[in-house]
Structure formats: C-alpha cells, structure tokens
C-alpha cells in the first residue's frame, strides 16, 4: 500500500483528480487527508519528501503559544490549543503531555506568569492537559537540577505538547494513502495547466527518479509549499508580488546531562524579545529557537554563527552546566514562511502566525502561515474555502475524531525509543524475529536498530539515505556526526533494497553528507 512505485502507476489510471495539493509538509498533507476523506480524488506531489523543510524542523511542541497570549492574540491561542488537544487523541503515540517550568528571578515575574498561565489553562477547556502551578525555589531547584540558583525565587510550571514532527507527517501520508489518497514524494511540479479561459486544470509534474514528465488533469490546485509559495504564485502569474519573507528559527540539540528529569524550560523574555525553550526530545534537549528575518530561502538553510551564539548564550544564563559549541551534537535551521512585513520596522516576532488562504484569479487556492499544532484546522478551512467557490461538491469534514496511522489505545512507555511507531512497533518487531540481525543497533550512541532502516523503505516511502536519517529515524537531528559514521551502511541497505547499483549508492553518500555538514557547528 505505501510502494512509492504503485503510487506513481496510479497516474496512468487516474486521468482527472479533484484536487492536486503541491507540497508535501504538514499544511499540504493535512489538506491530502481533509480532501481524501471527505471523498475527493486527491492527488498530494512533494519536490522531495514529505517534510523535508520546516515541517520536519521545529521545536517540536504542540502547543498553544504562551508568547501569542501576551501579545493579546487570544483566538489564535484558543484554537491551538483546541488543535493541541484533538493532535494528543488522534495521535496519542507521537504527541505527549510535557510539563515546562518558567524560572523566576523576579518577585514580580512570579505574580504575572501564574496569572498568564491561568488563563493559559481556562482558554484549553476541556481539552486541558494540566494545571498551571506556582512552584517553591526549592521544588524547582529540584525539579531543574542544572538550573541557575543565584536570585532565583520560584517558578511556575504549566503543561504542553510535544511530538516527532517529521514521523507525524510520515503517519499522516500513511493515512492519506489507507484512505484512498495519491501521496508522493520526489515529484516535482513544473508546470501550472490552464484552459482558454485562463482557469486553472491541471499541472505538469517530473518524477525525480525517472526525469518523466506527468500531464495530471485536475478541478482544484492548492499551493501549499511554505517558503516556495512564491515560486509556484509566480508559475502562475509571472508578475505576482511576492507575499512570503521567511524567518529562520535555530535549534541546538545537546546531551541530556545538560537538563537531567523530564521538565522543559521555558525562558519568556530573552535580550532581544524572543522565547528560549530547552525541551527533552529523544533523550536528549533541545535549544531553540531564533526569528533571523532573510531575504533568501533554500531546501538547506544554514545556521548563523550569531544565531548559535544567541543560543548558547541565553542557555548559559540560566544553566550551571556551561554549554560550548563542542558539546553541540546537531544543529537544524527552519524556515517558517510569514506574510511579509508592512514596513521595515515589523520585527518577525510580531508577525501573526495565523493561517491565511489567498484564492487567484485563476482558481488557485494558496494556503499560508500556521503551524504544526494547527495543521488540521488549516487544512478544514482550505477544503471549506474551496467548496464555497464552488470547486468541489459540498461534503462535511471529518477530521475531528479521525485516528492517524499508527495511533493506538495501548499505553506505549517511552523507555523503548520504538513506542513512536505506535501500532507499527509490531510489524518492526517481527521484522527482527525473523531476520534477528536487523536487531542491532546502526551506532553504538543511537538507539535506532536496522530494522527500522528496512521498515521505512518498505512502508514508509524512503527513497534516499536522507529521508532514512532525517526524517524516519531522527538521526541527523540527534547527533549529526553518528549519522555521517553510518551513511555507508545505511546506504548499502538501501541500495539493495531498491536494487541499485553501485554508483547510486556512492551518490548516495556523497549527497547526505554534504546535507549532513549543515547539521555540525564547525570547529575552528
């Protein structure tokens, strides 16, 4: 069912969609999954894979956003954390409830973050994940082993999301295809079709492995490329303005020993405004993020050295365990893809994150902004946009309640770094049962096995050493290094399990390396 191959033979058959959604992160699959289970003929196409950009390069919560409650945005707060509450029932392997502790240095800080967070918890509802607490100096110190001690008088922890971004938009392509979608990835549309009229119908896309061309016929395009959606506004009118600036966010990834126990931080005011989160992810933290405004954009964009030093430093004023850039195990850089400023003096962080949906003259439907935690929704109010012009019949969204791949009732403990498979966990143990070598580990500082290797070519659509590392197990992010050590192997497996030769596979390695070298601080 998740054979890449297959997928592209559906194109011979299939000679008119309803909807071709261009682009394969968490906006685009999320409308794939509306679109197909409201009963549309969905075709989704990513240029490489499924969240490739941003979407696999976040800080990894699902959360309301603490920073857009004090700048008064309460509707978006309130509907994320709706968003957040219905991505833990659907997705219950993947999305976790993390408690963070904000430190205070300040009597008064104590007083305005306990009466913020307060509210913070009224506007989830029903849909709380937990209470927001004033905490003693003494159980935070407990609480935050390697935490500053010097003027702190207290904290307040609250409860938030987290989740595996990229496994999630890997799940959610699974379910799309379960339901009859056309997901693919490394399919790259090149051309926007339009009839005498000037109406859209249809696209041109080139297959990144054969080079072939594919005419695709379709009622509805819907552009949801993030960063690049100027690129395809511009396929279709080539004298359309420019309506995406993006801002690089930045994330250092260090062992757990620098933030010991299962609480995140959160720092609310850093020297330039922003939010520092040092979360625990995969037994190690997180460090993030910044809002870097750029002129440019590319499928690999590359941390700053202000940017890494922001960072470190910030952390080295709340953390007793000094952080320096060797002790940097990986290093990602996002891209997200905001409404361009009004004027020069519009910092990023002030740009509203809500989602907007712009519609062409020539029907084509663009959705913009958002974020992870808000994907679904996002995506209902694309599909609702479109019926309402009349592009599709009417049909109610059913996303709600719907489970995604891999989602499962049984408790599933995170000490087993497998309990992100969910359901799936039993076909990579039977794996392992009958060929027992694919139980050993691919590195002796990961906890990833090779079996999970051979699962994510066989369902889960990996075509390159890339999308094995990046993205189905989170290698490159974890400990960039450790991933360049088994790319060999890696690529090895690959190569054999899609039966190429020996020149790919080199190819192979030479490319994820020099993607991989983006991922390491260098050491001068």
């Excluded at 997180?286 to 030093?309: F, M, N, Q, R, W």
């Excluded at 990986?330 to 002030?350: D, I, M, Q, W, Y």
């Excluded at 003259?361 to 694309?382: F, N, P, V």
Aim: glycine share 6%.
């Amino acid at each position: 069912m998740f054979d890449r191959t297959s997928l592209v033979e559906t194109l011979k058959v299939n000679l008119e969609w309803d909807v071709i959604i261009i682009g394969g992160g968490a906006t685009g699959l999320g409308v794939a999954l509306d679109s197909v289970t409201r009963g549309y003929k969905t075709l989704l196409l990513e240029q490489v894979d499924f969240a490739k950009g941003t979407s696999s390069r976040s800080t990894k919560l699902v959360h309301g956003g603490v920073r857009y409650l004090e700048q008064g945005n309460i509707d978006l707060v309130k509907e994320a954390l709706y968003e957040r509450g219905l991505m833990l029932k659907n997705a219950s392997h993947l999305v976790s409830n993390q408690s963070f502790i904000i430190p205070n240095y300040r009597w008064w800080d104590i007083v305005f973050y306990t009466v913020g967070l307060k509210i913070y918890d009224f506007l989830s509802g029903k849909l709380s994940f937990g209470k927001s607490l004033k905490i003693s100096k003494k159980e935070t110190l407990a609480r935050l082993k390697t935490i500053k001690t010097e003027n702190l008088k207290g904290g307040v922890a609250y409860h938030d999301g987290q989740f595996d971004d990229s496994r999630l938009a890997i799940n959610i392509a699974q379910t799309c295809i379960e339901y009859g979608a056309t997901v693919i990835n490394h399919f790259k549309v090149v051309q926007l079709l339009k009839s005498s009229d000037g109406s859209l119908n249809g696209v041109v896309a080139k297959d990144a492995e054969t080079n072939q061309l594919h005419t695709l016929k379709t009622k509805l395009v819907i552009n949801a490329t993030g960063v690049f959606t100027d690129e395809v506004l511009k396929m279709d009118n080539v004298s359309a303005k420019n309506i995406i600036r993006p801002s690089q966010g930045v994330h250092l990834v260090l062992d757990k020993s620098f933030l010991p126990g299962t609480d995140a931080i959160m720092i609310p005011k850093t020297a330039d405004g922003r939010v520092l989160f040092l979360v625990p992810w995969h037994n190690r933290i997180i460090v993030g993020t910044t809002d870097t405004l750029l002129y440019s954009h590319s499928l690999e964009p590359k941390a700053l050295d202000e940017e890494i030093d922001f960072i470190i430093e910030t952390a080295n004023k709340y953390l007793t365990k000094k952080v320096t850039k060797s002790d940097v195990l990986s290093v990602f850089s996002g891209l997200r893809p905001l409404a361009a400023p009004k004027n020069k003096s519009e910092k990023t962080k002030e740009i509203s994150r809500s989602h907007k949906i712009i519609v062409s003259k020539s029907g084509l439907i663009t959705i913009t902004g958002g974020k992870w935690t808000t994907y679904r929704r996002m995506a209902q109010d694309t599909i609702n946009k479109a019926i309402r012009l009349g592009k599709l019949s009417k049909a109610k969204c059913i996303t709600k309640d719907l489970k995604i791949h891999g989602s499962t009732m049984e408790m599933i403990g995170q000490s087993n770094h497998l309990y992100v498979y969910g359901s799936d966990q039993k076909g990579i143990n039977q794996l392992i049962g009958e060929f027992p070598e694919l139980g050993e580990k691919l590195h002796p500082r990961l906890e990833f096995l090779k079996a999970e290797v051979i699962w994510a070519i066989r369902n889960e659509m990996a075509r390159t050493v890339e999308d094995i590392l990046a993205r189905r197990v989170r290698a490159l992010f974890l400990d960039a290094n450790a991933a360049i050590e088994i790319t060999p192997l890696v690529a090895k497996m690959l190569a054999k399990e899609l039966d190429k030769d020996e020149d790919w596979k080199h190819q192979q390695i030479s490319d994820f390396i020099e993607v991989a070298s983006h991922f390491i601080i260098k050491k001068y």
